[in-house]
């Protein structure tokens, strides 16, 4: 920001004059040797010092101050201080009515004069010259005080009197002080406070109240935040009282710049309205060499960008936001025509750096109100304008000028940020979404924003987005080379010119120390990325590398070659790790140049033979690499010749591309593998000349397992796509053969372009192991006094390598074999797999409930004793509430048994285990694993030869694992189907055998009910049953089971066995038994065993099964008929009616009829009608009959009719005429046949009809109980 005026970027705040806090001047004496001790500091001193450190720490001069409390710009100033003139008149024109301001172009003194736009020193002004308004300090006169002589004095008049004169005398001069600064101020419209210093015994003073009146009134002082009184005070209430000052003069302030603003508008309006047309900019010029005014589109710019800043002033962001807009417009329309603004002119360049710095207020507007797209896109808009502007004026993307001005537009906007970041502005984060699980819903994907985010995972454009400064930093750095490109190309073409001809800012470019400001900027950028890099990477972003590469190549070009090559090793370490290889090939090479000029000879070497691996990432580069070397090598000589120089690339680019393949990927102990080791030269650059001698290859450890040394043919055939073919034979491997040597062997060690060695050979261990590809191998170079020696791994490929396993079948012709697997570079020796008959014999599928056998049968059919150990994993099911378990021996799990032991198999031995599953609950599938290891007993014992580390334990052991899933369907034994009746009963005990809830406070009317469970029991499995027993674990008033004396037989499929319970419930009326139901009031158990293939009987096994949970039905108002069933013919026989009540609130007025005809086969004694006592709820009455049969067969028994009278009005309400036997018809119900389902349905009556009734009719009514009469 330093390119352009301060006053024309900082943000603007309204601006308070302070005077009368001057620090008071130190006494002029000599130092005495002895000097007494110094008096107290004056209070007010003290004071006056504090009030200048609060009043200028409020608010600083910056660029970025965005804040929205009230505070001002201070500046202290002398008491005497004198304002600038506001309009004075022309020197040539005294007589003129018309004065202008001394800054205005019509003034001819004016810097401005006659068409410029704004100056730095207008905006200086209203910062520094005027103010908003004007606060004085001043001490008020307060008279010594002087002690009476006695406290019982009383007060001299006199002395009171005189007091009162000075005070006076004194507040008079006070007041024309006051008046003549209130004069000054009122001229300017600014605000005027005067704050009087007082002593705190003065505020208690009963007079001070009138010395203020006459004070404000002298002086002429406004009524409102005019006068202020402060004595001194501690430090918190000096600053509250710095804060209520400046609460209570912002309104004044505000109204000031508002005047201001209004003025401004007016003297535009008018402008507007009688200025010239936007033609009479391009009327030719009416005399030459005259001075031209400036035009109607300059006064807008000026009236616009001076709204800005008095709007600024205020704090009111909008309107100065739009007004900067308005005079940025005008001002690029005022560029786009020659003859308003001719290029390279003084008012050219003002207004350029005019438009600069509107569009730095745009921006930080926009930032202030995180704005952050709208700022980037206002300053790529300024960019791409005045770029289009330039070449039009000549200073095209050829000129120093043009990068010059671009570097300078993105170093302001990256400061600008730096600033905004430091005050708590947010830079957006544009990092891609997290990709979406698999688990997500695929419905999502219709939804726009699930869009928008794929497409931000694609990146994002770095120009289209606000990024961190580091990124404007970065841009800057790179215009600033593009100038010093453009200057050093310039330097060129101005050599044979003469002085007259050079073009301007010539002179002054050649003043810049490009290189200074190029590596200032790279450094920022540096740092401000690895700040803004994630905080969870542990390496530096590709970005912020390459940025050190920039710096790196800045300290190279200014010289600072030791600078250089630190960051290059740093730098070199991630590019080499990462493989980029197209970013190595010229960092290397201008490394190579800085050790060239250090002198460093062991890291020329070392970098050129790294540059020869990259060389073909660039050949036109690359042609004289090997050469180079080879010449250092002659012409130098190493700082110790006894020891090698080892230039490690096992993480830089080979120079050859090798390849390993091993002709299997298996093999057994003691058997040999053959392989091939194939190193071929690049094709893009030569190598033959490099002096090779020695080529060793490492399998593992520190000792080559063999060695190639150099020997010069002659007649060797050169040429690309050459093939050499070296055979080694069998090749010892130094950790299996700790006797054995290295293989050495000879060959021409020089390679052309595209030419290839391959070296064959067999290996072979002696006990398992993973033969991994070749660890390394080390090619040595000698020459002179150099001994370099570069080992590389040959599994590590060039980057323009494309892996193409193959085996060299023949050399003439050459021809090759591909190689159709993945693991060609590494063979896995394992011992030999042994030989297990294993089977698995069972009987599906398996019965629920049953413990199934699995009978797990071994035969070793090996020659070696092996020991077998199995494991049994039972899976978990899918099946609700399944609880399944498997056994062996005494050992039981849910889930898995390990290390079951089959003990040690000799050859031919068979072993066989029977492992049960038990299924519970449901049926379906159960999936079973069984693992079978083995383990050969020799290797037990320590192996002869060490096994590596690295080995995996699955191969160095001699062991053996195979696993078989065993899936097996589980199926019902036995299917059970439950039919509840309830019946009602006569019984007169309640409690005996109560299977309901057991609640001791049972209601007196309470009844009993007889449940008859009818349970049938069916075979439904492929396997037939043996029955043990059936077992129902519950008291009950009767059941089938009872009666059975004979063995259950045995069940086949199919078969149904039916076993009928009659149980007794004691009902409470208050319960709701559909929501609460009896829980299941007994169970069956079964005790079976399956009936094998071979008629043998299979495990006991039981199987449960529980009854269901009973809701009998509730009850309302019934009859119970209970006859016996059969008679004898002239025999009496009782009938008994009951009566039962079973509602809960409702009482029952019940009439009872007894109807006979005379077709009935019976003789009745008892009562014919008749009325019943009121039966409560819960109550019940019994009537009873004598009957006499006279005929034989089934006799219907008489007509029974009750009926529950209902009287619609009692006593006298009573209509005249209604009989009393209105009512509802209660249901009789014969007792002996009747039952009801869990839904309550009518009442079913089996009695047994006339075996001649033909009546139709007949089988419409009811059935109508009958008894059958014996003779």
Request: hydrophobic share 35%; net charge negative.
């Given at each position: 920001?330093?390119?352009?005026?301060p006053?024309?970027?900082?943000q603007?705040a309204?601006?308070?004059?302070?005077a009368?806090?001057?620090p008071?001047?130190?006494?002029?004496?000599?130092?005495?040797?002895?000097?007494?001790?110094?008096?107290?500091?004056?209070?007010?001193?003290?004071?006056?010092?504090?009030?200048?450190?609060?009043?200028?720490?409020?608010?600083?001069?910056?660029?970025?101050?965005?804040?929205?409390?009230?505070?001002?710009?201070?500046?202290?100033?002398?008491?005497?201080?004198?304002?600038?003139?506001?309009?004075?008149?022309?020197?040539?024109?005294?007589?003129?009515?018309?004065?202008?301001?001394?800054?205005?172009?019509?003034?001819p003194?004016?810097?401005?004069?006659?068409?410029?736009?704004?100056?730095?020193?207008?905006?200086?002004?209203?910062?520094?010259?005027?103010?908003?308004?004007?606060?004085?300090?001043?001490?008020?006169?307060?008279?010594?005080?002087?002690?009476?002589?006695?406290?019982?004095?009383?007060p001299?008049?006199?002395?009171?009197?005189?007091?009162e004169?000075?005070?006076?005398?004194?507040?008079?001069?006070?007041?024309?002080?006051?008046?003549q600064?209130?004069?000054?101020?009122?001229?300017?419209?600014?605000?005027?406070?005067?704050?009087?210093?007082?002593?705190?015994k003065?505020?208690?003073?009963?007079?001070?109240?009138?010395?203020?009146?006459?004070?404000?009134r002298?002086?002429?002082l406004?009524s409102?935040?005019?006068?202020?009184?402060?004595?001194?005070?501690?430090?918190?209430?000096?600053?509250?009282?710095?804060q209520?000052?400046q609460?209570?003069?912002?309104?004044?302030?505000?109204?000031?710049?508002?005047?201001?603003?209004?003025?401004v508008?007016?003297?535009?309006?008018?402008?507007?309205?009688?200025g010239?047309?936007?033609?009479?900019?391009?009327?030719?010029?009416?005399?030459?060499?005259?001075?031209?005014?400036?035009?109607?589109?300059?006064?807008t710019v000026?009236?616009?960008?001076?709204?800005?800043?008095?709007?600024?002033?205020?704090?009111?962001?909008?309107?100065?936001?739009k007004?900067?807009?308005?005079?940025?417009?005008?001002?690029?329309t005022?560029?786009?025509?020659?003859?308003?603004?001719?290029?390279r002119?003084?008012?050219w360049?003002?207004?350029?750096v005019?438009?600069?710095?509107i569009?730095?207020?745009?921006?930080?507007?926009?930032?202030?109100?995180?704005?952050?797209?709208?700022a980037?896109?206002q300053?790529?808009?300024?960019?791409?304008?005045?770029s289009?502007?330039?070449?039009?004026?000549?200073?095209g993307?050829?000129?120093?000028?043009?990068?010059?001005?671009?570097?300078?537009?993105?170093?302001?906007?990256?400061?600008l940020?730096?600033?905004?970041?430091?005050?708590?502005?947010?830079?957006?984060?544009?990092?891609?979404?997290?990709?979406?699980?698999?688990?997500?819903?695929?419905?999502?994907?219709?939804?726009?924003?699930?869009?928008?985010?794929?497409?931000?995972?694609?990146?994002?454009?770095?120009s289209?987005t606000l990024?961190?400064?580091?990124?404007?930093?970065?841009?800057?750095?790179?215009?600033?080379?593009?100038?010093?490109?453009?200057?050093?190309?310039?330097?060129?073409?101005?050599?044979?010119?003469?002085?007259?001809?050079?073009?301007?800012?010539?002179?002054?470019?050649?003043?810049?120390?490009?290189?200074?400001?190029?590596?200032?900027?790279?450094?920022?950028?540096?740092?401000?990325?690895?700040?803004?890099?994630?905080?969870?990477?542990?390496?530096?972003?590709?970005?912020?590398?390459?940025?050190?590469?920039?710096?790196?190549?800045?300290?190279y070009?200014?010289?600072?070659?030791?600078?250089?090559?630190?960051?290059?090793e740093?730098?070199?370490?991630?590019?080499?790790?990462?493989?980029?290889?197209?970013?190595m090939?010229?960092?290397?090479?201008t490394?190579?140049?800085?050790?060239?000029?250090?002198?460093?000879?062991?890291?020329?070497?070392?970098?050129?033979?790294?540059?020869?691996g990259?060389?073909?990432d660039?050949?036109?580069?690359?042609?004289?690499?090997?050469e180079?070397?080879?010449?250092?090598?002659?012409?130098?000589?190493?700082?110790?010749?006894?020891?090698?120089?080892?230039?490690?690339?096992?993480?830089?680019?080979?120079?050859?591309?090798?390849?390993?393949?091993?002709?299997?990927?298996?093999?057994?102990?003691?058997?040999?593998?053959?392989?091939?080791?194939?190193?071929?030269?690049?094709?893009?650059i030569?190598?033959?000349?490099?002096?090779?001698?020695?080529?060793?290859?490492?399998?593992?450890?520190?000792?080559?397992?063999?060695?190639?040394?150099?020997?010069t043919?002659?007649?060797?055939r050169?040429?690309?796509?050459?093939?050499?073919?070296?055979?080694?034979?069998?090749?010892?491997?130094?950790e299996?053969?700790?006797?054995?040597?290295?293989?050495?062997?000879?060959?021409?060690?020089?390679?052309?372009?595209?030419?290839?060695?391959?070296?064959?050979?067999?290996?072979?261990?002696?006990?398992?192991?993973?033969?991994?590809?070749?660890?390394?191998?080390?090619?040595?170079?000698?020459?002179?006094?150099?001994?370099?020696?570069?080992?590389?791994?040959?599994?590590?490929?060039?980057?323009?390598?494309?892996p193409?396993?193959?085996?060299?079948?023949s050399?003439?012709?050459v021809?090759?074999?591909?190689l159709?697997?993945?693991?060609?570079?590494?063979?896995?020796?394992?011992?030999?797999?042994?030989?297990?008959?294993?089977?698995l014999?069972?009987?599906?599928?398996?019965?629920?409930?049953?413990?199934?056998?699995?009978?797990?049968?071994?035969?070793?059919?090996?020659?070696?004793?092996?020991?077998?150990?199995?494991?049994?994993?039972?899976?978990?099911?899918?099946?609700?509430?399944?609880?399944?378990?498997?056994?062996?021996?005494?050992?039981?799990?849910?889930?898995?048994?390990?290390?079951?032991?089959?003990?040690?198999?000799?050859?031919?031995?068979n072993?066989?285990?029977?492992?049960y599953?038990?299924s519970?609950?449901?049926?379906?599938?159960?999936?079973?694993?069984?693992?079978?290891?083995?383990?050969?007993t020799?290797?037990?014992t320590?192996?002869?030869?060490?096994?590596?580390?690295?080995?995996?334990?699955?191969?160095?052991?001699?062991?053996?694992?195979?696993?078989h899933?065993?899936?097996?369907?589980?199926?019902?034994?036995?299917k059970?189907?439950?039919?509840?009746?309830?019946?009602?009963?006569?019984?007169?005990?309640q409690?005996?055998?109560?299977?309901?809830?057991?609640?001791?406070?049972?209601?007196?009317?309470?009844?009993?009910?007889?449940?008859?469970?009818?349970?049938?029991?069916e075979?439904?499995?492929?396997?037939?049953?043996?029955?043990?027993?059936?077992?129902?674990?519950?008291?009950?008033?009767?059941?089938?089971?009872?009666?059975?004396?004979?063995?259950?037989?045995?069940?086949?499929?199919?078969?149904?066995?039916?076993?009928?319970?009659?149980?007794?419930?004691?009902?409470?009326?208050?319960?709701?038994?559909?929501?609460?139901?009896?829980?299941?009031?007994?169970?069956?158990?079964?005790?079976?065993?399956?009936?094998?293939?071979?008629?043998?009987?299979?495990?006991?096994?039981?199987?449960?099964?529980?009854?269901?949970?009973?809701?009998?039905?509730?009850?309302?108002?019934?009859?119970?008929?209970?006859?016996?069933?059969?008679?004898?013919?002239?025999?009496?026989?009782?009938?008994?009616?009951?009566?039962?009540?079973?509602?809960?609130?409702?009482?029952?007025?019940?009439?009872v009829?007894?109807e006979?005809e005379?077709?009935?086969?019976?003789?009745?004694a008892?009562?014919?009608?008749?009325?019943l006592?009121?039966?409560?709820?819960?109550?019940?009455?019994?009537?009873?009959?004598?009957?006499?049969?006279?005929?034989?067969?089934?006799v219907?028994?008489?007509?029974?009719?009750?009926?529950?009278?209902r009287?619609?009005?009692?006593?006298?309400?009573?209509?005249?005429g209604?009989?009393?036997?209105?009512?509802?018809?209660?249901?009789?119900?014969?007792?002996?046949?009747?039952?009801?389902?869990?839904?309550?349905?009518?009442?079913?009556?089996?009695?047994?009809?006339?075996?001649?009734?033909?009546?139709?009719?007949?089988?419409?009514?009811p059935?109508?109980?009958?008894?059958?009469?014996?003779?």
């Amino acid at each position: 920001m330093n390119s352009y005026p301060p006053e024309l970027l900082v943000q603007l705040a309204p601006v308070m004059f302070v005077a009368g806090l001057e620090p008071a001047a130190a006494p002029k004496s000599p130092a005495a040797p002895h000097s007494p001790a110094p008096k107290t500091q004056d209070p007010f001193v003290t004071l006056s010092t504090r009030l200048r450190d609060a009043l200028v720490s409020q608010r600083k001069v910056a660029v970025w101050q965005h804040e929205k409390s009230k505070t001002f710009q201070v500046v202290l100033v002398d008491k005497e201080v004198r304002f600038p003139p506001r309009k004075i008149y022309p020197p040539d024109e005294q007589q003129s009515h018309v004065a202008h301001s001394p800054l205005s172009p019509l003034t001819p003194t004016s810097p401005l004069y006659p068409d410029g736009l704004i100056a730095p020193i207008w905006i200086r002004k209203h910062t520094t010259l005027v103010p908003s308004v004007f606060v004085l300090f001043m001490r008020l006169y307060e008279h010594p005080a002087q002690t009476p002589k006695s406290p019982l004095d009383p007060p001299d008049a006199d002395r009171e009197r005189e007091r009162e004169q000075e005070e006076r005398h004194r507040d008079t001069e006070l007041s024309a002080e006051i008046a003549q600064r209130k004069k000054s101020t009122s001229e300017r419209g600014i605000k005027l406070t005067v704050v009087l210093m007082a002593s705190r015994k003065m505020l208690d003073d009963p007079s001070l109240d009138s010395r203020l009146t006459y004070i404000r009134r002298q002086s002429g002082l406004d009524s409102r935040a005019s006068l202020f009184v402060l004595s001194p005070v501690t430090a918190a209430e000096l600053n509250e009282f710095v804060q209520s000052l400046q609460q209570a003069l912002w309104d004044p302030a505000i109204e000031y710049y508002t005047s201001h603003s209004k003025r401004v508008r007016r003297k535009r309006n008018r402008h507007t309205q009688s200025g010239t047309s936007f033609s009479s900019a391009l009327s030719p010029l009416g005399s030459a060499g005259a001075p031209r005014p400036l035009r109607s589109e300059g006064w807008t710019v000026r009236y616009e960008y001076k709204m800005a800043c008095f709007a600024e002033f205020r704090g009111e962001e909008e309107v100065a936001l739009k007004h900067y807009q308005d005079a940025y417009e005008m001002l690029v329309t005022m560029f786009g025509l020659a003859s308003m603004l001719p290029a390279r002119t003084k008012r050219w360049a003002e207004a350029k750096v005019l438009a600069d710095c509107i569009n730095v207020k745009i921006c930080k507007l926009y930032l202030y109100n995180e704005e952050h797209a709208l700022a980037l896109s206002q300053h790529n808009s300024h960019v791409r304008k005045f770029s289009d502007l330039s070449r039009s004026w000549g200073i095209g993307e050829d000129t120093f000028e043009f990068w010059s001005w671009m570097a300078r537009q993105y170093r302001i906007l990256a400061e600008l940020l730096e600033q905004g970041i430091r005050a708590n502005l947010k830079i957006p984060s544009h990092r891609p979404a997290p990709a979406l699980s698999a688990a997500t819903p695929t419905t999502s994907a219709g939804q726009p924003g699930v869009e928008m985010d794929a497409m931000r995972s694609l990146g994002v454009n770095p120009s289209h987005t606000l990024q961190h400064p580091g990124f404007y930093y970065y841009t800057a750095a790179r215009c600033t080379e593009r100038r010093r490109e453009r200057f050093l190309a310039s330097i060129v073409t101005m050599l044979p010119q003469e002085p007259r001809s050079v073009p301007p800012g010539y002179t002054n470019e050649k003043k810049v120390d490009h290189l200074t400001i190029i590596l200032e900027l790279y450094t920022k950028s540096y740092e401000l990325f690895k700040q803004y890099a994630p905080a969870n990477t542990q390496n530096q972003g590709r970005q912020t590398l390459y940025i050190a590469y920039r710096i790196a190549q800045t300290y190279y070009d200014s010289g600072k070659f030791d600078m250089a090559v630190r960051f290059f090793e740093r730098i070199a370490k991630t590019y080499r790790r990462e493989s980029w290889g197209s970013m190595m090939a010229p960092l290397l090479s201008t490394w190579y140049r800085c050790a060239q000029q250090l002198g460093d000879v062991e890291l020329s070497v070392r970098l050129l033979i790294e540059m020869i691996g990259h060389g073909e990432d660039h050949p036109e580069d690359s042609s004289e690499l090997a050469e180079d070397l080879l010449a250092v090598m002659q012409s130098t000589a190493p700082s110790s010749s006894d020891e090698a120089v080892v230039v490690d690339l096992s993480e830089s680019e080979p120079i050859f591309d090798s390849e390993v393949v091993f002709w299997k990927s298996e093999a057994t102990v003691e058997e040999e593998v053959a392989f091939q080791l194939t190193l071929t030269a690049p094709s893009g650059i030569s190598i033959a000349s490099l002096p090779f001698t020695a080529l060793s290859v490492f399998f593992s450890g520190d000792a080559p397992s063999f060695t190639i040394q150099h020997v010069t043919e002659p007649e060797a055939r050169e040429g690309r796509g050459h093939v050499r073919r070296v055979d080694l034979g069998h090749v010892p491997l130094p950790e299996y053969e700790m006797e054995a040597s290295g293989k050495e062997v000879t060959t021409h060690l020089r390679w052309h372009p595209g030419e290839a060695l391959v070296l064959t050979g067999n290996v072979k261990a002696p006990i398992p192991t993973v033969i991994k590809v070749i660890c390394r191998v080390v090619l040595a170079l000698k020459e002179g006094n150099w001994w370099i020696e570069i080992p590389f791994d040959p599994n590590i490929a060039r980057v323009s390598f494309v892996p193409n396993p193959r085996w060299l079948w023949s050399l003439d012709p050459v021809r090759y074999l591909p190689l159709q697997r993945l693991e060609y570079s590494f063979v896995t020796i394992r011992y030999q797999p042994h030989q297990l008959r294993i089977r698995l014999h069972h009987q599906e599928p398996a019965y629920l409930n049953e413990e199934y056998p699995i009978t797990i049968d071994i035969t070793n059919i090996d020659g070696r004793e092996l020991e077998v150990v199995i494991d049994a994993l039972l899976h978990p099911t899918e099946l609700d509430d399944a609880e399944d378990h498997i056994r062996f021996g005494e050992e039981e799990s849910s889930s898995l048994i390990k290390g079951i032991s089959f003990g040690i198999l000799a050859p031919s031995v068979n072993v066989f285990k029977t492992l049960y599953l038990t299924s519970t609950c449901a049926p379906g599938d159960r999936m079973l694993d069984i693992s079978i290891q083995s383990r050969s007993t020799a290797s037990l014992t320590e192996p002869k030869s060490p096994v590596s580390p690295a080995t995996d334990s699955s191969v160095s052991l001699d062991t053996s694992e195979e696993l078989h899933t065993l899936i097996v369907p589980t199926v019902e034994a036995i299917k059970v189907n439950h039919e509840v009746t309830y019946r009602r009963t006569l019984d007169e005990s309640q409690d005996i055998d109560s299977i309901s809830a057991p609640d001791a406070d049972f209601l007196t009317r309470a009844h009993g009910i007889h449940a008859v469970v009818a349970t049938t029991l069916e075979c439904v499995g492929p396997w037939g049953l043996s029955i043990e027993r059936v077992t129902l674990h519950r008291k009950t008033y009767d059941s089938s089971l009872k009666s059975m004396a004979d063995p259950l037989p045995e069940w086949l499929p199919g078969d149904e066995y039916r076993v009928i319970s009659r149980l007794h419930l004691t009902l409470d009326e208050d319960e709701n038994y559909e929501e609460n139901p009896v829980p299941e009031p007994a169970n069956y158990e079964v005790f079976w065993r399956r009936i094998l293939p071979n008629g043998e009987s299979g495990p006991a096994s039981v199987s449960r099964f529980p009854m269901p949970s009973l809701q009998p039905p509730g009850d309302g108002l019934v009859a119970l008929v209970d006859v016996p069933s059969t008679a004898r013919l002239h025999s009496p026989l009782p009938l008994r009616l009951t009566v039962r009540n079973g509602q809960v609130s409702r009482s029952a007025n019940i009439t009872v009829q007894l109807e006979p005809e005379p077709s009935d086969g019976f003789i009745v004694a008892g009562l014919r009608s008749g009325r019943l006592p009121i039966l409560l709820p819960g109550a019940e009455e019994t009537i009873l009959w004598q009957l006499i049969p006279l005929e034989c067969g089934f006799v219907k028994i008489p007509n029974i009719k009750v009926i529950d009278r209902r009287k619609a009005a009692a006593g006298r309400n009573a209509v005249p005429g209604e009989t009393d036997t209105e009512g509802e018809s209660v249901k009789v119900i014969d007792i002996r046949w009747e039952g009801r389902g869990t839904d309550g349905g009518e009442d079913q009556m089996y009695a047994r009809r006339s075996m001649d009734s033909t009546d139709s009719e007949s089988d419409r009514r009811p059935p109508v109980p009958t008894i059958l009469v014996l003779p």
